[in-house]
């Protein structure tokens, strides 16, 4: 792997600063990915402009999360299943949900295994999705503006999935449980 830095406010690039007193104050510590991202201010500042955006989509927080670990998970992103796994927690997501998603298992809900399948088919495609698979989201109760939110959601995860792929990101010890 290359080696990254783990910036702190004070070592990292100047217009990455505010970007890390942000995660600081969002959080109550920085996340090691956000130190890593912040040797490129502007990927730091589109991964977390990224997240609040899809954290104001149309796809409620339990949906959110179903995206996120979907994705993780397809990765294998060694830093964001333990730490998307915490969130789930916190956002008080259903430990069998959470569970089946980190064993890429279907889910109970059959709404969300629809946004789970839809999310890989549209990971595992490229964007190339059939229309029947489609038709059978829209046919579970999500809309066209949620397809356009799944691909945000993808979006997001391939920023900070691929980082951590190549920076080796050390899982922060609040999360290392989930590991």
């Not at 090691?32 to 927080?61: C, D, I, K, W």
């Amino acid at each position: 792997m290359t080696d990254f830095t783990l910036h702190t406010p004070e070592s990292a690039p100047e217009g990455s600063k505010p970007l890390l007193e942000n995660s600081q104050r969002s959080f109550g510590f920085i996340p090691n990915l956000h130190a890593v991202m912040a040797e490129a201010p502007s990927t730091l500042e589109a991964y977390q402009l990224l997240g609040g955006l899809f954290s104001r989509s149309t796809l409620n927080a339990v949906e959110q999360n179903v995206v996120w670990l979907t994705i993780n998970v397809e990765h294998n992103c060694h830093y964001c299943v333990p730490a998307h796994t915490g969130i789930a927690h916190m956002q008080g997501v259903a430990e069998d949900v959470i569970n089946a998603l980190r064993d890429n298992r279907p889910l109970p809900d059959e709404k969300l295994e629809a946004l789970r399948q839809f999310t890989l088919s549209t990971l595992r495609n490229r964007g190339v999705v059939e229309d029947a698979e489609v038709e059978a989201f829209l046919a579970a109760g999500y809309t066209r503006a949620n397809i356009l939110d799944v691909v945000l959601g993808l979006s997001h995860k391939v920023l900070s999935n691929y980082v951590n792929h190549f920076a080796d990101t050390p899982v922060d010890e609040r999360f290392q449980q989930f590991d």
